[in-house]
């Protein structure tokens, strides 16, 4: 997907949030949005949103020495999430179409998105776990999406999200034992799960994880391992969470899914819905 | 009030509209938006958001070649407030504290602002009537205003908006028939009223209008022209309608009553209140 005018107002919102994430000193955040309004200068429509963001990300941990401004958020979220497990679990081992209602909270999960303004809480995940099983999603794609995992040998697993992850850990173990490899960031961005927080939820003792050796908030091929492409080429089926992964190998002929809840005006146009949307999107093959 | 670091998304947000009024050729709107990024990285955040804001709109109008972007939306705001008139007139008359009601019509009409992001329409002024009409102002600052106006010999009121100036019509033709001066910007600038608007509002009628020979949106003193000055430093009250006149006034120490709605977050930081409150503020004295 490419970039929007309107996901310059955006980035200086997600550069002014996270510098005050880090520090308090109102001359370094100013410092900081004044190099950011460098980087839009020289910015590129055609790349996705998040090749953009990395950039910007990149800056303030430079320039506030801190590589990692979401470390207490993401535990928070993952802490928080953990908390919502047994009950969701419960609602999975209950449900007339167990594999349908993983997914459904897979997508539910999504919502825990600090790059996209959302400061999920109790209540925000309530309701998006609410929405996201009830909300219209077409039964056809849906079908599809569980006969490709039927059938799929070597699954790939494109994690999000902290906190998300714990509902990825949901829908794993309802496609186990079939092949997964999950897939995390190489480095910290925004909330977005790394290694660390495939041990706290508990995934990296159920597949194997693979980091994509990327910090951007998003996959962008060409900045990621051999050793994750390699996983990437392997994959019969992948499954990418969140707006970063759409937004970034939507245009890739891959055997893609995505699993998304819109959470901005943009994604709602490009993926022709509307903001609060639980999406299975199937890429172009 | 000096710039926030929060205004710099929201400068970004109104150069985007602004450009999407005036042209649909993208490319310009890019390059308009990256000339923005460039004005973002010379900011003086102790200089009022309109300083910057001024600087924004005037680029937009040279690269489009477009001096009046809110030409047609200035004019359907007079129309549709003008019929609101009758309804609001006769509301005055049946009040028991008509010059109060007069005054909380005046600071519902600041809800017609194109720069605060706000699409004013019948339902949106509709509310914001009920909510002025109804919202707690203190009863002493509302008792002050009223008699600095009954001992005023040289009234000077500053205008704000398109659409809204028929509301200060009303707070005006109770005023009357002591000495007003009323005040418009000298050039076209967002949605924001010039001397075409008093004329369609029958204000022109009523009471002298000046311009200030700006086209601030906001009175910023040192772009004002002499004429503007002498009106200013004679009058011995000042009634000064909005966020813009409120931010870039608000450290003058003149008599100054500003009357306003709260529009954004800043502002609502900056004033003790929230998003949605109608405002009577003294300038300090």
Redesign the interface.
């Known amino acids: 997907m490419k970039t929007y005018?309107?996901c310059?107002?955006?980035f200086?919102?997600q550069a002014?949030k996270t510098s005050r994430i880090v520090t308090n000193d109102?001359a370094l955040?100013?410092y900081i949005?004044?190099q950011v309004?460098?980087l839009?200068?020289q910015?590129d429509?055609l790349k996705p949103p998040p090749y953009t963001a990395y950039k910007v990300y990149q800056l303030i941990s430079k320039l506030t020495e801190c590589e990692d401004p979401y470390l207490d958020i993401k535990k928070a979220s993952n802490n928080l999430a953990l908390k919502f497990y047994p009950k969701m679990k419960q609602l999975i081992k209950e449900s007339p179409t167990p594999m349908e209602t993983a997914i459904r909270l897979a997508i539910a999960g999504n919502i825990i998105d600090f790059g996209a303004g959302i400061e999920a809480n109790k209540e925000i995940i309530e309701k998006s776990i609410k929405s996201s099983l009830q909300y219209k999603i077409s039964k056809s794609v849906i079908s599809k999406l569980q006969s490709s995992i039927s059938k799929a040998e070597n699954i790939l697993y494109i994690g999000d999200n902290a906190g998300e992850i714990v509902f990825d850990k949901l829908l794993i173990e309802q496609i186990l034992p079939r092949k997964i490899t999950y897939v995390v960031r190489g480095k910290p961005i925004i909330n977005d799960v790394t290694l660390v927080d495939a041990i706290d939820s508990g995934i990296s003792s159920l597949v194997e994880v693979v980091e994509n050796g990327s910090s951007a908030p998003g996959t962008i091929l060409e900045t990621c391992s051999p050793e994750f492409m390699q996983c990437y080429n392997d994959a019969d089926l992948i499954i990418a969470k969140g707006q970063g992964n759409y937004e970034t190998l939507n245009e890739e002929r891959n055997k893609i899914f995505f699993l998304l809840k819109v959470k901005c005006a943009i994604v709602a146009e490009d993926t022709a819905s509307e903001v609060g949307s639980s999406l299975i999107i199937r890429s172009e093959q």
């Open positions: 005018l309107d310059i107002p955006c200086f919102r002014l109102e955040q100013e949005l004044k309004s460098k839009i200068g910015l429509l």
